[in-house]
């Protein structure tokens, strides 16, 4: 069974799991040898991710890092989805093992992050490229990494066409202004969002940052740094599902998850391009032109070298931590 003492340190470990906006949309609880993973609508992003997709993602994401977690502890663990609509939950189950053999992902999930700078333009090696594919899929689940010039162009377009849709909804940059957070002091009080420091921008007051998100963030200066970013990367990679179930998101969170750290053991730095899977129209598009048997992207990430950036914040345990199970 699992200690009380354990399950904190296990909840403090998992919640460097990634999440849309670091929104970490979740409630951990547990009961004897039962980990259960609830989601908090609450935190959901009602423009950007307006059917819960990248929620549950996002759920999917911290279960896998229990899992690895677990198993550094001698636990084996084995993940149920609960995907009722009016009840869905994840229960992890758990038992001692002392010949488990911990993951060599481990140590990387305090050195993950999302890195939002400019990446060099460095060549990421072949068989760097092999090691990331050599992944052991979920079913329903299909990576493809992107190297050649015509496919960044391709995706380039539908980056610049999804964010010229979402720039455009004013609506989109208020919950945007809603989950950032400007200065180290507001980022350290909320434990959440996206800090500004996070993508190089230097430390302001929340007035001034929204004013000036508001009224100085343009369509075409922003696909101007976007584009750059992408012509910088040394791979974009795509995540694709056969469905939208809840079960094939929930996967999809827990194979990018593995997917990220073993990028991170290789010295890669990722970040999310994630505007044309967010916008219906441009996911149509994308899912015609590279996956038609996964016609449902659900992520896009590019891939380079960078100097590591400031990390996000995370909140305190006893703010996911709940006494209610299923």
């Known amino acids: 069974m699992i200690s009380k003492e354990l399950f904190l340190k296990l909840v403090k470990t998992?919640?460097?799991?990634?999440?849309?906006?670091?929104?970490?949309?979740?409630?951990?609880?547990?009961?004897?040898?039962?980990i259960f993973i609830k989601p908090d609508y609450s935190r959901s992003l009602k423009i950007a991710d307006?059917?819960?997709?990248?929620?549950?993602?996002?759920?999917?994401?911290?279960?896998?890092?229990?899992?690895?977690?677990?198993?550094?502890?001698?636990?084996?663990?084995?993940?149920?989805?609960?995907?009722?609509?009016?009840?869905?939950?994840?229960?992890?189950?758990?038992?001692?093992?002392?010949?488990?053999?911990?993951?060599?992902?481990?140590?990387?999930?305090?050195?993950?992050?999302?890195?939002?700078n400019n990446f060099n333009t460095e060549v990421i090696p072949n068989f760097t490229i092999d090691e990331l594919l050599s992944l052991d899929l979920q079913e329903n689940i299909k990576i493809k990494i992107l190297t050649k010039k015509e496919n960044f162009?391709?995706?380039?377009?539908?980056?610049?066409?999804?964010?010229?849709?979402?720039?455009?909804?004013?609506?989109?940059?208020?919950?945007?202004?809603?989950?950032?957070?400007?200065?180290?002091?507001?980022?350290?009080?909320?434990?959440?969002?996206?800090?500004?420091?996070?993508?190089?921008?230097?430390?302001?007051?929340?007035?001034?940052?929204?004013f000036l998100i508001k009224n100085f963030i343009k369509i075409k200066s922003e696909n101007k740094r976007l584009t750059k970013q992408l012509d910088n990367s040394g791979a974009i990679v795509l995540f694709s599902s056969k469905t939208d179930s809840f079960s094939d998101l929930v996967k999809t969170g827990m194979i990018f998850n593995k997917f990220?750290?073993?990028?991170?053991?290789?010295?890669?730095?990722?970040s999310f391009l994630n505007s044309p899977c967010q916008v219906e129209h441009t996911r149509k598009k994308l899912?015609?032109?590279?996956?038609?048997?996964?016609?449902?992207?659900?992520?896009?990430?590019?891939?380079?070298?960078?100097?590591?950036?400031?990390?996000?914040?995370?909140?305190?345990?006893?703010?996911v931590i709940t006494d209610k199970y299923e």
């Open 260 to 270: 990220a750290l073993l990028a991170t053991k290789s010295n890669l730095c990722h």
């Open 50 to 116: 307006p059917k819960n997709r990248e929620l549950f993602i996002s759920l999917g994401c911290l279960a896998e890092t229990f899992i690895i977690a677990l198993a550094f502890h001698g636990f084996n663990s084995r993940l149920f989805i609960h995907d009722s609509i009016d009840n869905f939950h994840l229960c992890i189950k758990t038992i001692e093992d002392e010949n488990i053999i911990p993951s060599p992902l481990f140590p990387y999930i305090n050195l993950r992050q999302t890195t939002r």
């Open 14 to 34: 998992a919640v460097k799991a990634p999440s849309s906006h670091n929104t970490q949309p979740w409630l951990i609880s547990l009961k004897e040898n039962r």
């Open 287 to 319: 899912a015609a032109n590279f996956n038609e048997k996964y016609p449902f992207p659900q992520l896009i990430i590019r891939l380079g070298y960078s100097s590591k950036m400031p990390y996000s914040f995370r909140r305190r345990i006893n703010e």
């Open 153 to 210: 162009d391709l995706i380039s377009e539908l980056i610049t066409e999804a964010n010229a849709y979402q720039i455009g909804n004013k609506h989109f940059i208020d919950e945007l202004v809603e989950w950032m957070r400007f200065n180290q002091r507001e980022a350290m009080q909320k434990g959440d969002g996206l800090y500004s420091a996070c993508s190089g921008i230097p430390s302001i007051g929340r007035f001034i940052g929204k």
